[in-house]
């Protein structure tokens, strides 16, 4: 299969490392048009990662565990008056890859066995745990599960994003 005029840009325009124009593409798209903040680059030669990944925070919480989701409901109830749990968004990894490529099992165990639950930040955090007793708190921050979002980019240089889990993860329901 001859590779597509825009895989052969990307080879052509980044000097022979497509993965690092597949990168800037998701960078700027993430920046730009979703609203992201906090990014930053972990590059495979300088650091433990197989392949170039991003990291940063989005402009809202994108994944509630299942089961969490149903602890913060019955938290809400026990609140009363329509009162709502604050949903602050958090930190995610992000894995750029073109449409034409096939990622390997072996590849997304290694990204997966090279990166933490959570990407790490230069700001210290406050993590308040007021109440133990809070069980929907188990599943955010460094207690959840390692998560990343698979971000393919397409010809056209649109992105589409898919959240991957390492391991099996309770379907939601609606």
């Known amino acids: ?6 895989a052969q840009t990307l080879v052509n325009s980044s000097g022979g490392n497509p993965v690092s124009s597949l ?3 998701v960078h700027n798209n993430l920046v730009n048009q979703q609203d992201w903040t906090r990014m930053r680059v972990h590059d ?4 433990k990662f197989p392949r170039m990944l991003l990291s940063g925070l989005p402009p809202r919480r994108l994944y509630i565990h299942p089961d969490e ?5 019955r938290a809400e109830r026990k609140l009363g008056n329509g009162q709502r749990i604050a949903q602050p968004p958090e930190l995610e990894w992000i894995m750029p ?5 096939t990622p390997t099992v072996s590849l997304l165990a290694a990204v997966f066995d090279s990166i933490s639950a959570v990407p790490p930040t230069d700001e210290i955090e406050e993590i308040k745990d007021d ?3 809070e069980e929907w708190k188990a599943w955010r921050s460094s207690r959840r599960g390692k998560r990343l979002l698979l971000a393919v980019v397409q010809d056209d ?3 589409t994003y898919y959240f991957m889990h390492d391991g099996i993860v ?3 329901q609606n």
Do not use: G, N, Y
Request: charged share 20%; proline share 6%; hydrophobic share 45%.
């Open 1 to 6: 299969m001859e590779p597509s005029s825009f």
């Open 131 to 133: 109440s133990a007793a």
């Open 69 to 73: 989701q149903i602890e913060v409901l």
């Open 157 to 159: 240089s649109s992105v």
């Open 97 to 101: 890859m073109h449409l034409a490529e």
């Open 23 to 25: 990168v800037d593409i």
């Open 44 to 47: 495979a030669a300088s650091s």
């Open 170 to 172: 309770k379907p939601r």
